[in-house]
């Protein structure tokens, strides 16, 4: 075990190890070797005119492996699955089903075991909810490997060939095109001068950036002679040398890290879990205890068992983690249609738990799109600076159109460009995409330039192709643009002005020059623009005022601050000049040249300085090329915020989240765009250091701006690193604006962990590859659906699919909404848990019969609960949703709070509602709640006759006629009148149960035959009645209870009085499965006294086994006073009735002969004599032939027994009767020796010895059994149980309502809740189907119930209502409510009643 755990110990130290060397900036130095000494022998070895050859590359791939990315281990999916299935909350379930088979095991009871098969089911569906949520791992692998391309040309032997690319190795010498993906991490040994690599995926950075051979930066990601595995070379062509692949390259660290990455567990899944262990808790702890102590007060074990379970059940709410799924899941459909995709659907609650979200700038608070921001141009006396339509400004426009430097200046930007339209953007196509649409006169149908406007920003239809500065130039251009082919056109501009010559921009120039004709005045013109410092020197004039104006001093220095405010503010900027050229020279005759065998310099005028240098080759300046050009002015290119994002940050902040950004972008880049977005708004912390130098301030001098009281800062990541201490982090993250800016894949991560460090729930933004592993990490991680990278995408958990960070806010609001509903679902869920836990403590500490099923409460949970609770995912939100704090971990799903309103208030109500309806129901079926207590054993009422003593009443029949010959009080019932009718004055004193002082040793053979008396030997381990018990309760006036009020009842079948043992199952009663059979009173009768297996025994209670006495089982005191001497059987040494268990006993079961027919005779008190084996024991089965299935009427005198002729008409009676009257009444019941005859079957009754054939048989005689009393009893317990279960769905209608809101009023809030209402709508139909659906009244014990009976409840309904309204009112008045000025978030000061009563 020590060796394991060491092991184990080093296995996590190594793996921690690990992370952290992956959280440190790549450690490169190949950049700064020279190309000697990284091709040296001791480097990587290569000649880089030949290459590697073909057997070193080989040996090289066995040392280093496949350029490719290794995949993470895999988890099997059933081990996955089997995680699922072994939950704290599914063990728990899972414990419950066990118990249930336990208990069935021991008594064989169906309804223990359907209960376990349920609850399996539950823990199994829900199992699968959880295992769809599965590991994203194996995908977001298989995205990095879509950055690899198929194949690289590869130096090797000296020819070029070309290489699968997983095949490359350290030291090969490849070549990347333009349109390449990088296969490797590479060092640039040659290229062309236009090379490019479009690091956006890896550093964030919006523009591609210029490669060259040259190390112009010791940090490796900075410099322009490396290039990174995965980014893409869109422009240009180099030679290279990989330096490393796989695993080892800057993207295998990235993708390592992310893959290492550990998820944060969300809060929805922490708040669930949470509430798991309390219900759970709370379940186990009320399960353990009332089993301890049922046990401990002598219920039986399997009535504890039963009542464990139903605790267990009833406490924990089987549906809610398919209610979680279920709300979560509708969430996510509206996020959706909110341009939110969710992956994994608790991501929706966990953005609305975001306190921090740390956000990317480029293509996310960013349109990732260049665009002209402000235009510098000539005035009237000088060069000014003017807004264009963008959101950086806000979207308005301040350039004068009609100013004749700006009408240049738009000339210039469109024809020293290449820029273009995409034709398929500006005319209207057929489905088949190359077929113009045409109007009724034939000509194409154009598309309109500009598109709709949002958040009062233009929008373009047409699509530009080209570098991405160029395109923002045309685009303006061509917003200036009424209509096509006007003046500012771009193709009209382009087709007036066709080109002469061009010089492409080159990065030792940095310049572009372009000389077009002006075909409406034939002159040319050259154009100019490139960096604004190189364009003005080469300017000597300028247009201001509308004229061509020499540029003096003055305005060259205005211009120079123009341009560097601008950069300051982090625009790129790029000047224009221009030169009109005399017309007889440069005409169309004349051959432009940039240089030619006599001068360096071009031959036309491009502002050149003059030089007398003479270059290599003897060449010197053309004296040409210094003519001075005319400067138009400047544009000022930024990728601009979003028009949402400001609004979005600023409602972001009244919720109480921090927005920080973390760029990969340059510091003055992402500090301009950070104050455009509204992350930041006050003086930085960088600023201020740079103002008290720049001033000369000092500490304590006037003006001085002391940093640490900065409340913003921009911090380079340059300045961070995994070893800084935790306090340097509480430093920078404890300002209220904060900026990250040319920020690693590593560093990003690091940020984000210090921010969940701090206790933030952080939501993650990011569209690049180098997001991928912070997007993780993160509590939500948040991709770019159009401009995002297919890793970030895998990584995320949710997607914007408009890559609107604006969408983010939807997505927060959604989510404290369905915080919000959750918690008010959960409140109604748990509501009735009080009503369902309360009918099991009321049964097993006062022992009334079971006033709920475990049954019913799986419909509640699983049935009539589901959709209402589901429907609070619909509820709208309240008011102040955006405006509160998010919540703090300390703001659980389930309070203390919570428990109280849903348990202590809902819950009770409902229980006493329940419980009120119970007694209604019980008390109408004949059962007042008086008699009920310590009368519910569950083997007992229901399934044994009750006793009870009456004071008045009347016995009554079938018909309704009453025998005022009986009098109740002193008289038992008969067969022909077996009801008690109160009458006037007649009530029920006391009631009870027969002594169950009979126990046998085992169970019955497997030959056991109910209907055959020899098969009994044993009573299954239960204890059982006998004659003795119930002549004992006779004696003392307590008479077999069959309440009139249940013959009134729908429930009632005459046939009770007469049940036909043959019939299996009736109302649960009497079976052939002997569980079931010996729980109630068997079809016969048990003697003591006549018992015969032992001779010492005879004639006396022998066999003594200890007490009879059973919990839930009251026996009247008066039963023991019973005189043995009065017993029908031969009891003559036993002087008084006990309340002992005894183990020997005779079973008679009412045959007219049986073995030991003289000691079954005393106990059937047939008269043998006359060969009529009908018993005169009314308590005894009796066997008769009848001409229907069951037995009908029958009376209990021979002189009353109607017979009838042939054509069945009444003739005469059992005693007086000729031959012709002998045939048998339809719907009578006659007995064996009666003599009739069936008319249908020629059969005649007359005795025999046998009334019974082999099992499975058709008998010849029916036995029958009065089993009246147990079935009014088991039905009207039904009744009221079915009744209970609708109290409590009736309050739960109520708790809906009152949980739709926390603060508010039900007024306030509406009924707009659609899907509530149907709700509430389904739950009374599902109700109504279960009562009334006679299928399902056998499988969960619902019945029929009366229209009176559903409203018992209503009251307490109302109460619920008006109780909680009145809560809500009074939290109101003394909670007061105050907003604060800088964030705008509403605070509320919880008053007395807020704090005690709120939740």
């Known amino acids: 075990m020590k060796l394991f755990s060491s092991w184990r110990k080093r296995s996590v130290d190594n793996e921690a190890k690990n992370n952290d060397d992956l959280k440190r900036n790549v450690q490169v130095t190949a950049h700064k070797e020279t190309i000697e000494e990284l091709t040296s022998p001791s480097r990587l070895n290569v000649n880089q005119h030949t290459g590697l050859d073909a057997d070193d590359a080989k040996q090289r791939l066995v040392t280093h492996g496949m350029n490719m990315l290794t995949p993470p281990k895999q988890t099997p999916a059933w081990i996955k699955f089997l995680k699922e299935l072994s939950g704290f909350f599914s063990l728990l379930l899972w414990g419950g089903a066990l118990l249930c088979f336990v208990g069935y095991s021991i008594d064989g009871s169906e309804d223990h075991l359907f209960l376990g098969i349920v609850l399996v089911v539950v823990v199994v569906v829900t199992g699968i909810f959880s295992f769809v949520q599965n590991s994203k791992s194996e995908s977001l692998m298989n995205s990095f490997k879509s950055m690899l391309p198929p194949k690289v040309k590869v130096l090797r032997d000296g020819t070029t060939d070309e290489v699968v690319s997983t095949k490359i190795v350290p030291g090969d010498i490849v070549f990347v095109e333009a349109g390449d993906l990088i296969p490797a991490d590479i060092r ?54 990989v330096i490393e692949t796989g695993d080892r390259t800057v993207m295998g660290r990235v993708a390592a890290l992310a893959m290492s990455t550990k998820k944060e567990q969300t809060p929805i899944n922490k708040e669930i879990h949470h509430f798991i262990l309390v219900i759970s808790g709370i379940a186990l702890f009320l399960g353990v205890l009332f089993f301890l102590l049922s046990i401990g007060i002598g219920t039986p074990f399997i009535e504890s068992l039963v009542f464990t379970i139903g605790i267990i059940v009833a406490n924990v709410p089987e549906g809610l983690l398919a209610t979680v799924t279920v709300c979560l899941t509708l969430t996510a459909k509206r996020m959706h249609a909110k341009k939110v995709l969710v992956k994994n659907l608790e991501g929706v609650e966990t953005l609305g738990s975001t306190s921090c979200i740390c956000s990317d700038k480029t293509g996310t608070l960013t349109m990732n799109v260049m665009t002209v921001a402000q235009v510098v141009y000539g005035g009237l006396n000088a060069f000014i600076t003017e807004d264009a339509p963008t959101s950086f400004t806000g979207g308005k426009k301040t350039y004068d159109t009609t100013n004749l430097c700006f009408q240049k200046l738009l000339r210039c930007a469109a024809l020293c460009n290449v820029a273009t339209f995409t034709e398929g953007s500006k005319w209207k196509y057929k489905d088949d995409g190359e077929t113009k649409q045409l109007d009724e006169f034939g000509n194409p149908i154009p598309i309109p330039f500009k598109g709709v406007v949002a958040q009062g920003v233009d929008t373009y239809n047409w699509k530009p192709v080209g570098n991405a500065s160029e395109c923002a130039m045309i685009k303006l251009v061509q917003s200036e643009s009424s209509t096509p082919r006007d003046e500012y056109d771009v193709d009209s501009i382009r087709s007036s002005h066709p080109v002469k010559y061009t010089i492409p921009f080159n990065s030792k120039n940095k310049y572009q020059v372009h000389v077009h004709e002006d075909t409406s005045s034939g002159r040319h013109v050259v154009l100019m623009k490139g960096a604004p410092e190189r364009i003005l020197d080469r300017c000597t004039h300028a247009v201001i005022g509308g004229k061509i104006v020499e540029l003096d001093d003055n305005e060259r220095i205005n211009i120079i601050n123009q341009q560097e405010a601008l950069s300051a503010n982090g625009l790129r900027c790029l000047g224009f000049a221009e030169k009109e050229l005399d017309s007889n020279v440069y005409n169309n005759e004349f051959k432009y040249a940039a240089e030619n065998d006599e001068f360096y310099s071009c031959n036309f005028p491009i502002g050149d300085a003059p030089s007398d240098v003479i270059d290599s080759h003897g060449k010197t300046q053309n004296p040409q090329s210094t003519g001075g050009l005319v400067f138009l002015g400047m544009f000022a290119l930024i990728d601009p915020p979003r028009p949402a994002v400001p609004g979005a940050v600023r409602t972001c902040q009244t919720a109480g989240i921090t927005v920080i950004m973390v760029t990969g972008d340059h510091p003055v880049t992402a500090q301009a765009i950070a104050f455009k977005c509204g992350i930041l708004w006050s003086k930085t912390r960088g600023d201020m250091i740079k103002d008290n130098i720049k001033f000369g301030r000092t500490f304590g001098s006037a003006g001085y701006e002391n940093p640490d009281d900065a409340e913003a800062i921009v911090v380079p990541g340059s300045e961070l690193s995994p070893d800084m201490k935790e306090s340097d982090w509480d430093f920078i993250l404890n300002h209220r604006q904060v900026v990250f800016a040319r920020t690693s894949p590593q560093q990003k991560l690091i940020i984000v962990e210090n921010c969940q460090r701090l206790g933030h729930i952080v939501a993650v933004t990011g569209d690049g590859v180098n997001d991928s592993p912070a997007i993780k990490k993160a509590d939500i991680g948040i991709a770019m659906g159009i401009s995002g990278s297919e890793v970030s995408k895998q990584a995320a958990d949710m997607i914007l699919l408009d890559d609107d960070f604006g969408s983010i806010v939807n997505g927060v609001e959604e989510g404290r909404l369905i915080f919000d509903n959750l918690k008010k679902s959960i409140a109604y869920t748990i509501q009735s848990n009080i009503p369902e836990i309360t009918p099991f403590l009321a049964f097993i500490i006062f022992a009334i019969p079971l006033p709920l099923t475990t049954f019913l409460i799986l419909a509640i949970d699983l049935g009539t609960d589901m959709i209402p609770a589901i429907s609070m995912a619909s509820e709208q939100p309240e008011a102040d949703i955006m405006q509160r704090r998010p919540r703090t971990k300390s703001d659980r799903l389930v309070t203390p709070a919570m428990i109280q309103f849903s348990y202590g208030y809902i819950g009770m109500i409902q229980a006493l509602a329940g419980f009120f309806t119970y007694m209604v129901v019980m008390n109408d079926y004949g059962y007042k709640p008086q008699i009920l207590f310590n009368r519910g054993n569950s083997d007992a009422f229901g399934h044994q006759p009750f006793f009870c003593k009456f004071s008045g009443g009347h016995y009554v029949n079938l018909a309704g006629d ?89 429930y009632w079948d005459d046939s009770m009085l007469f049940h036909n043992t043959n019939d299996v199952n009736k109302g649960g009663n009497l079976a052939q499965n002997t569980n079931t059979y010996f729980r109630g009173r068997a079809a016969g009768l048990w003697s003591l006294c006549e018992q015969t297996s032992d001779p010492s025994c005879e004639n ?78 009314h308590l005894q ?51 064996p020796g009666s003599n009739a005859v069936n008319p249908n079957t020629s059969q005649v009754s007359s005795f025999t010895q046998f009334k019974t054939e082999t099992p499975g048989s058709s008998a010849k005689y029916q036995q029958c059994v009065n089993i009246g009393s147990q079935e009014a009893a088991y039905e009207a317990l039904r009744h009221a149980q079915g009744a209970f279960f609708v109290s409590i769905v009736t309050g739960q209608i109520a708790g809906l309502l009152v949980c739709r809101t926390r603060w508010l009023s039900i007024k306030s809030q509406g009924m707009q809740n659609k899907f509530m209402l149907f709700g509430i709508g389904t739950e009374v139909m599902l109700v109504l189907f279960l009562c009334y659906c006679e299928p399902l009244n056998v499988g969960l014990g619902t019945r029929n119930l009366r229209l009176v009976h559903f409203f018992p409840a209503i009251p307490f309904a109302i109460l619920i209502v008006c109780f909680d309204e009145a809560r809500k009112a009074l939290m109101r008045m003394t909670s007061r409510e105050s907003v604060d000025p800088i964030s705008g978030q509403k605070v509320r000061g919880k008053g007395w009643i807020e704090r005690n009563f709120g939740y």
């Open 188 to 241: 640039v040994l040659e290229c062309s001068d236009n090379f490019q690599v479009d690091n956006a995926a890896l550093t964030g950075e919006s523009e591609p950036q210029k490669r060259s051979s040259v190390c112009t930066h010791d940090d490796p990601l900075e410099t322009t002679n490396l290039c990174f595995f995965g980014t893409l070379a869109p422009e240009g062509s180099c030679k290279a040398i």
């Open 1100 to 1177: 006396q209670f022998c066999g003594d086994r200890g007490s009879a006495i059973v919990r839930g089982v009251e026996v009247p005191a008066a039963a023991l006073n019973a005189d043995p001497s009065r017993f029908s059987t031969n009891c003559t040494v036993q002087t008084a009735m006990t309340s002992n268990l005894y183990g020997n006993a005779l079973y008679c079961n009412g045959q007219g002969s049986e073995t030991l027919s003289a000691s079954c005779s005393s106990v059937n008190q047939y008269d043998l004599e006359n060969d009529i084996a009908y018993p005169n024991n």
């Open 962 to 1050: 009453i025998n005022e010959g009986l009098n109740p009080s002193i008289d038992p019932p008969t067969r022909e009148y077996p009801f008690w009718f109160e009458g006037y004055d007649g009530k029920v004193v006391d009631c009870g149960y027969a002594y169950n002082d009979f126990l046998s040793d085992g169970s019955p053979t497997q030959l056991f035959d109910f209907r055959n008396s020899e098969t009994y030997t044993e009573t299954n381990g239960k204890h059982t009645a006998t004659i003795e018990s119930y002549e004992a309760m006779e004696q003392n006036h307590y008479f077999e209870y069959i309440p009139w009020r249940g013959r009134t009842s729908s």
């Open 1181 to 1231: 089965t009796f066997y008769c032939m009848g001409v229907k299935d069951s037995c009908g009427q029958l009376t209990d005198e021979p002189a009353t027994l109607p017979f009838c002729d042939s054509d069945g008409n009444v003739c005469g009676t059992f005693n007086d009767k000729s031959a012709d009257c002998s045939y048998m009444c339809d719907g009578y019941c006659y007995w």
